[in-house]
């Protein structure tokens, strides 16, 4: 079944689409990726998405036109990624949307909104789409994130000691395999939200991250404002647990410096790029994780992942691509891989990585142009990712 995945992450910078032909074939998932595309979210449409994300206030018309709007551009990504990446072949486009409100209270996620209307994706393209993969798992008792963790949990499994995922995005993830035990996954906090968000500010909006950690790496450490951030609850919480930018904002940072007022920008950044470091390094050493294969744009910030190292000694640390899975296109094709699952009949989320009571079937389904055909239901779920470069059929 040729699958594309459409995503756009905490950072809502751009829409990033990955293609993939995939097979199961008795317990191996064969897949084949066949490129991927990040397009940029029109401005307007960014900037709209920016004066309605927590901690602003909103309105239903607001919501109506955001979902149609980030609807509009997935739907266009999707006849790009149609065109480019598949030769015009494809049999189903599986869409997350935009995450602009993931409602957690004490620990528990009570629901989770991604927008996206995936009607206007499934009209520009004719092809079914599968979307919302999150409310499920959410109504199943789990977090609802990560949902990467399937696609790490399968390429993982066959790799010595305990290796581990992670995800460096607005929002880190951490999936571990550890041997002869199921999948952990869960957010170890903030990757690059608190960092883009300084940088914001202290840019007056001119910039919005900072370009290979120039500034954290002109800047320093600041032990008091590490040991008030690093005080926030969240990072003691066990697993399973999820967070976003309801948390991790620029008013959250703004009172972090209130409390430890540091006057030099560069060391805000320093100190926040210490704090992701700090935090992922935390979440490994209590997991015994033995080596990481990282993605999510925060691997191309040399200064955070020589903050990693530092904080990770003796856990090789390598780029998702070693695994098959290249960093920039890893979430795209995680959500293609579950949109398969899910017109197989195969479950998506892995309960204890969201804590959910069962393994549900993650999504609902908009036909596209043509009746509805879902393939037989698999036989059984995968227990192993390949990842090739030759056809698999
Ligand atoms: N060259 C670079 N130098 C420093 N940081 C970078 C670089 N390239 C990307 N980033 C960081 O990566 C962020 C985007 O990462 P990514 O696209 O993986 O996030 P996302 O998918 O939106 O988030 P999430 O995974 O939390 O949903 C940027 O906002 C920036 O902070
Ligand atoms: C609610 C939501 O959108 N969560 C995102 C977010 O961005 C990173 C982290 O927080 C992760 O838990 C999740 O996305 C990834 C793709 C996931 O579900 O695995």
Known sequence: MRVIGLMSGTSYDAVEAAAADLVLRGDVLVMRPLGHLSVPYPGELRELIEGFLPPSETTARAVAVLDTGIGRAFADVA?????????????????????????????TVRGTLQLGQPAWIAEATGLPVVSDLRSRDVAAGGQGAPLVAMTDALALAALPGTPAALNLGGI??????????????????????????????????????????????????????????????????????????????????????????????????????????????????????????????????????????????????????ALGLPSDAKEALAFALLGFLTVHGLPGAIPSGTGAHRAALL??????RSPLRLPEPAAGPPRLLRVTGEPVW
């Not at 999504?363 to 596209?368: A, D, E, N, R």
């Open 79 to 107: 006849v790009r990624a149609l065109r480019e990446l598949c030769g015009g072949e494809a049999d189903l486009v599986v869409s997350h949307g935009q995450t602009v409100y993931h409602w957690v209270e004490d620990g």
């Open 172 to 321: 880190a993830n951490l999936t571990v395999v550890a041997p002869g035990a199921a999948p952990l996954a869960f957010d170890t906090g903030p990757a690059n939200a608190l960092m883009d968000a300084a940088v914001r500010h202290f840019t007056g909006g001119a910039l919005g991250y900072d370009e290979d950690g120039r500034r954290a790496g002109a800047g320093r450490t600041d032990p008091a404002l590490l040991r008030e951030l690093l005080n926030d609850p969240y990072y003691r919480r066990p697993a399973p647990k999820s967070t976003g930018k309801e948390l991790f904002h620029l008013p959250y940072l703004l009172q972090a410096l209130d409390a430890a007022p540091v006057p030099e920008p560069d060391d805000v950044l320093a100190t926040l790029a210490r704090l992701t470091a700090v935090t992922v390094a935390d979440a490994c050493r209590a997991h015994g994780v033995t080596s990481l294969a990282v993605s999510g744009g925060g691997a191309h910030n040399p200064v955070l992942m020589g903050m990693l190292a530092e904080e990770l000694p003796g856990v090789p640390l390598e780029a998702s691509d």
């Open 363 to 368: 999504g609902s389904i908009t036909p596209g």
